[in-house]
C-alpha cells in the first residue's frame, strides 16, 4: 500500500512563532503522535553570561529549499503525516523561540525521530546565522 503524502510547510518568518498553530496544522486523525521542538534563546552561552538576545539571518529562498529537502529525507525514512517547521530571523529576545519543528506521525517513534533528525540536520545543514549579543558587544557564533 502506498504512503500518503506528508502534509508540509516551512517557513522563514520575522515575527514571533505561534507553536498553537503549528500543533493545529500538522494535527491529523490519522496521526497517534505529535511532537513539537522549541529552540528558545537562553541567557548564556559558551561561557558567556549576560546575553541579551540573538539575531539570525539567512537568505530565505535558500533555507527553504535545504530544510525541504530534509523534509523529504524525513518522509522516506519515517511514516509521517505532516511536518511544519519556522525559524525566525531577525532578534530573537531571551526566552522566545526562534526555531519550531512540529511533526505528526502514525506512531510517536517515527515522531520522536523525526523530529530530532530534522532538528539536528537543520542546525547542521540549513545556512543560518547567529549573533549573540550581550551588553557592551555581540559575536557571530558558529552553527551547530
Known sequence: MERAAVRRRVAIVSEALDPTGLLTEVGDPSAGAIVLFLGTARNHSEGKTGVTHL???????????????????????????AVAIEHRVGEVSVGQASVAVAVSAVHRDAAFEAGRFLIDELKNRAPIWKKEHWPGGGEWVAGA
Not at 64 to 76: F, G, M, S, T, Y
Open 55 to 81: 539575531e539570525y539571518e539567512a537568505y530565505a529562498g535558500v533555507v527553504v529549499d535545504k530544510i525541504e529537502e530534509l523534509v523529504a529525507e524525513a518522509e522516506d525514512k519515517w511514516e509521517l503525516v
